[in-house]
T-cell receptor, first 117, second 108 residues
Framework: GAVVSQHPSWVICKSGTSVKIECRSL??????MFWYRQFPKQSLMLMAT?????????EQGVEKDKFLINHASLTLSTLTVTSAHPEDSSFYIC?????????????FGNGTRLTVT | KNEVEQSPQNLTAQEGEFITINCSYS?????LHWLQQHPGGGIVSLFM???GKKKHGRLIATINIQEKHSSLHITASHPRDSAVYIC??????????FGTGTSLTVIP
């Protein structure tokens, strides 16, 4: 089946530094990838939709300059948390569609737990 | 009001019990997804359906498009089924809406 690899699985960084999270589709081409944030005991919150070769579409309330998303190839999307602060500590997850429409299955990475000290 | 409502929010069951989790949505959709998230955080897509019923092992998912409602059933529940189950719907243009999840605990 389709595999999405997310790296790193956890990261601790100091306040003010930037952290890059990678999301790779290993055995399929993902024209569309999604980035989510999840707070403890809450459901997924969609942050942005990333389309290969174009700018990401951010959800309302998500700071574009804070959460930089790059989808440079059909198999890789990255999320960079810039100038991280403790309130950015969270669980970040990516997912990818195997097809081009909303009617395609979703495949998720295993998530990245970010702790900002 | 959330576009996707799930119930119950929390559910505890004895091993072997039949479990039902419900999902109602208020928007037109192209597909509905049932997701399973284990305590470690990883998410698995269980079902994607746009009509009727699907079965995989002990899991059954149904959807009623007219009533905008879906159910996830687990037969002969087992402690390893303990997880958070999330209902999500997709609209055209890759719009996604997520339910708040149902936390299931199956006690041996």
């Amino acid at each position: 089946g389709a595999v999405v690899s997310q790296h790193p699985s956890w990261v601790i960084c100091k306040s003010g530094t930037s952290v890059k999270i990678e999301c790779r589709s290993l055995d399929f081409q993902a024209t569309t990838m999604f980035w989510y944030r999840q707070f403890p005991k809450q459901s997924l919150m969609l942050m942005a939709t990333s389309n290969e070769g174009s700018k990401a579409t951010y959800e309302q309330g998500v700071e574009k300059d804070k959460f930089l998303i790059n989808h440079a190839s059909l198999t890789l999307s990255t999320l960079t948390v810039t100038s991280a602060h403790p309130e950015d500590s969270s669980f970040y997850i990516c997912s990818a569609l195997t097809g081009g429409s909303g009617g395609s299955p979703l495949h998720f990475g295993n998530g990245t737990r970010l702790t900002v000290t | 009001k959330n576009e996707v409502e799930q119930s119950p929010q929390n559910l505890t069951a004895q091993e072997g019990e039949f479990i039902t989790i419900n999902c109602s949505y208020s928007v037109g959709i192209s597909a509905l997804h049932w997701l399973q998230q284990h305590p470690g955080g990883g998410i698995v897509s269980l079902f994607m359906l746009s009509s009727g019923k699907k079965k995989h092992g002990r899991l059954i998912a149904t959807i009623n498009i007219q009533e905008k409602h879906s159910s996830l059933h687990i037969t002969a529940s087992h402690p390893r089924d303990s997880a958070v189950y999330i209902c999500a719907v997709t609209r055209t243009g890759n719009q996604f809406y997520f339910g708040t999840g149902t936390s299931l605990t199956v006690i041996p």
